[in-house]
């Protein structure tokens, strides 16, 4: 792995005294910009000799190291990790990586980094094993244990994806930017999105950098108010390799992992890496109810003189039953009360669970070239293709299928005589069909320049995103088959979006007072021209009218500055203000009432923190203050045999401020201890008004003052690892406070604390083939803990409005057996 673009072939002066090696990796990592992970090797008293004059950050890192039994790690655009060298066997480095390794790590902890050098608060994942989660885990849990994060999933491994959301500092998955190897996801939604999970398996997961409080300006988003976070995963080690694991436990849970690295196919040739794996379980709440998951994914790369090329492709493919809803207390909800068995009413089975499904099929194609075509200068070029499909079936009660129709049909709501729907034939349950389509190709680019102090960094984003969503509701033949063929009852819309995304932006980084004041500045502009055809929703559909509309938003100056300031050799302040733009939400264009003076969304964040960075203990403090303006809020009526009423209204504005507290210590070598703490207050600022359908007239919903939904004010977490020789055992708790369930804050679920344990052993075999079986038993929810996990709010506690509740997942017990194969 050629380590260029981790900033290493950078040329500069230094001026790093002989001392402790850890306060001089950090003097580099001040001076660099390059994140050091120290966490996993034991630097103990090392010493260093320093380094002093013009030198590539290669070379100075290797001096820094020279002496130890250390070395390093590329792992990220701007992230290394210092191993020991005694886990690295010498076929496995390359003839000219000036100290750099390529190898797989030998065992290490997971490691949250604290991050040192950055202008905001960040934080840096590094799972290099994966110990405290089983396999198979999605990627997005990992946030779990940072500050200011609340991930939840439906179960264990997320298998079901309206069931998962993540939030950070009271900011929403579709308020934040996410990327996976500088492809941006744009956001986690299930049907418009591309969660994370689709794509990446946990064991190819290198990195993941998170900025809670604003995304930088080069992350490529057009909704990115609230920070961003940064997947990168493995790509090919260059040398034979290959890793197989199987799970086992709880919900009838099945899943094989494997890969296979390859080294160059010829001389100067590509290297590739392949893997996939396959996951089977059962709902936690309904036996009968099946989830699957399958990964493909290929990497090729090729290394040329002047920089390297990636070429990936990674699918997904998914199928799974719709979970179980419950109310605010943990009981089943009466408005979707599934069932898993027929009866033979069909107003009952259309609740039935067999009639709740929903499929999905990701497919997403990169090339990420990375050229140096001057010494002072590099140039990424990344474009990509996303193709997308996907479908979903619901059962809906012949009574309410009966109403749609003749709504349809009525002179007050519909077309009387209209001859392109058919009426109920009488032939039991109805079932409503979901098509979803998507076709996304893009483009990133990013130059970067260096000279005297500076580091400047300039570029931009164009993405086109054609998606189509429609949802038909058919009769069903005697026999169970939709008759898909026949014009359906009714549809609740068919909507065509076609979305045009520009984006540009600079920052220039300078290095002041012998590195230690570091100062960004930067800005971006975006431009969102969305473009609707179709049937918005079932009112339209009444009327037979197609609307034809077109929204542009933009803002050509979001300003970003930031500071991080050296105290001493282990301590660093940092400061930074940051403005952010969001577009309004696709389905606006769909809504009941298309409001054209809908305003795009605006925050406007403030950071100020403190961190230390040590050879045993790594502490960070925080505080922040968000602004948060033009909040977009989406009014429905839940109705599970209708599509709700949607309408999508400013609302005023949201203050949150809040503080931030991790730490990591490592009093021995073999033992280490990781905690945060994290208090936010998220508040709404103004009432706003609403028209209420059944009495006719607005109403003022009186929100002013009122906390978030879904925005606990206090979180925190403890992990623990000890590891010595073949034996490692892991624990790590979550407290998640009091999170309400409605804007008016009439209904709220209670705080809890889960616990997951887990232990391993590590055999080294014999067999000249194998490196290293590793065995591991994880315990999830340790205490069984009874908890509501994921949160749909809702404005207000009447007939027709409730929050949306999915309960968390028992005590599951899993065991795996993994191999290191060469």
């Known amino acids: 792995m050629a380590p260029a673009f981790a900033q290493l072939d950078q040329q500069q002066n230094f001026e790093i005294a002989p001392q402790s090696l850890a306060t001089a990796l950090t003097a580099f990592s001040v001076a660099t910009q390059i994140q050091v992970v120290t966490a996993a090797a034991d630097l103990g008293g090392l010493r260093s000799a320093g380094v002093s004059g013009p030198a590539s950050a290669a070379t100075a890192l290797s001096q820094l190291l020279q002496g130890t039994d250390l070395r390093y790690e590329v792992v990220g655009d701007d992230t290394v990790v210092i191993v020991s060298a005694s886990a690295v066997t010498s076929e496995h480095l390359p003839e000219s990586n000036s100290g750099a390794t390529t190898a797989q790590l030998g065992p290490v902890e997971d490691v949250v980094i604290i991050g040192h050098g950055y202008t905001r608060a960040s934080n840096t994942i590094r799972p290099a ?261 996907g479908w979903g079936y619901a059962g809906v009660a012949p009574s309410a299928a009966t109403q749609q129709y003749d709504d349809a049909t009525s002179e007050s709501q519909g077309v009387p005589g209209r001859d392109d729907i058919e009426p109920y034939d009488g032939s039991g349950v109805t079932e409503r069909r979901e098509l979803l389509s998507g076709d996304r190709g893009g483009l990133t680019l990013r130059a970067t320049r260096r000279w005297w102090r500076h580091t400047a960094q300039f570029g931009g984003w164009f993405e086109r995103f054609n998606f189509s969503q429609a949802r038909p509701l058919y009769n069903v033949a005697d026999d169970g088959r939709v008759e898909t063929e026949q014009a359906p009852i009714v549809s609740y819309y068919d909507r065509h979006f076609d979305t045009t995304v520009l984006q540009f932006f600079a920052r220039d980084s300078s290095h002041w007072f012998d590195g230690r004041l570091t100062i960004d500045a930067a800005f971006k502009g975006l431009y969102v021209d969305r473009r609707f055809h179709g049937t918005p929703n079932i009112d339209a559909f009444y009327q037979q009218q197609e609307l034809r509309l077109q929204r542009k938003d933009h803002d050509a100056f979001q300003p970003q500055l930031g500071l991080t300031y050296k105290l001493d050799a282990a301590h660093e302040v940092f400061a930074n203000y940051a403005e952010n733009f969001s577009a309004a939400p696709r389905n606006a264009l769909g809504s009941v009432t298309y409001d054209a003076q809908l305003r795009p969304e605006t925050s406007r964040n403030i950071d100020l923190g403190i961190r230390q960075v040590g050879e045993r203990f790594n502490a960070s403090a925080s505080l922040y203050y968000i602004d948060y303006a033009n909040r977009i809020l989406e009014l429905t009526r839940a109705d599970p045999y209708q599509i709700s009423t ?65 925005t606990p004010n206090l979180m925190a977490t403890v992990t623990a690892r000890y590891l010595k020789g073949p034996w490692s055992f892991d624990a790590d708790a979550k407290y998640t406070g009091l999170r309400y369930g409605t804007a008016v804050n009439d209904e709220h679920v209670d705080a809890y604390t889960v616990v997951n344990v887990a232990g391993g052993y590590t055999i080294a075999p014999t067999w000249p083939s194998v490196e290293a079986v590793q065995l591991q038993l994880h315990v999830n929810n340790l205490f069984n803990k009874r908890y509501v996990g994921y949160i749909s709010p809702a404005e207000f506690i009447d007939n027709d409005n409730h929050g949306t509740y999915f309960l968390g997942a028992p005590r599951a017990l899993y065991f795996s057996v993994s191999a290191d194969l060469r």
């Open 129 to 389: 094993e994966i110990a405290t989660k089983t396999p198979g885990t999605p990627v997005q849990v990992l946030l779990d244990d940072l500050p200011g994060v609340n991930s939840q999933t439906s179960d264990p491994f997320g298998l079901y994806e309206f069931g998962n959301s993540v939030r950070m500092r009271g900011f929403g998955s579709d308020q934040l930017g996410i990327s996976l190897d500088g492809v941006p996801l744009e956001t986690a939604d299930a049907r418009e999105g591309s969660p994370p999970e689709r794509f990446l398996d946990i064991e190819n997961l290198t990195s993941v950098r998170v900025a809670q409080g604003s995304s930088d300006v080069m992350m490529p988003s057009y909704h990115a108010l609230g920070g961003s976070v940064r997947y990168q995963s493995a790509e090919p080690l260059g040398h034979w390799a290959a890793r197989l694991s199987g799970t086992v436990g709880s919900n009838e849970l099945n899943r094989i992992y494997g890969s296979l690295d390859t080294p160059a196919w010829w001389e100067g040739g590509p290297t590739a890496l392949l893997s996939g794996s396959r996951t089977k379980a059962v709902q936690f709440d309904n036996p009968y109810a099946d989830m699957d998951v399958d990964h493909v994914g290929i990497k090729l790369k090729q290394t040329f003189s002047d920089g390297s090329a990636v070429f990936s492709y990674l699918y997904g493919d998914r199928s799974d039953h719709d979970m179980q809803q419950y109310d605010a207390d943990g009981h089943v909800s009466s408005r979707l009360d599934l069932t898993e068995h027929l009866s033979g009413d069909p107003e009952r089975d259309a609740l039935y669970y067999g009639y709740w499904t929903n499929s999905r099929t990701d497919q997403l194609f990169s090339v990420d070239l990375k050229l140096q075509p001057a010494p002072a200068w590099k140039l990424r070029l990344l474009p990509y293709y996303e193709h997308k499909r």
């Open 646 to 710: 949607e309408v999508y209204r400013n609302v005023g504005s949201v203050r949150t401020y809040g503080a931030e507290l991790a730490s990591f210590w490592r009093p021995l070598s073999s033992l280490h201890f990781s905690g945060t703490l994290s208090f936010n207050r998220s508040t709404f600022r103004n009432n706003y008004t609403r028209y209420d359908e059944d009495a006719g007239a607005d109403e003022v919903v009186t929100v002013k003052g009122k906390t978030l939904p879904d």
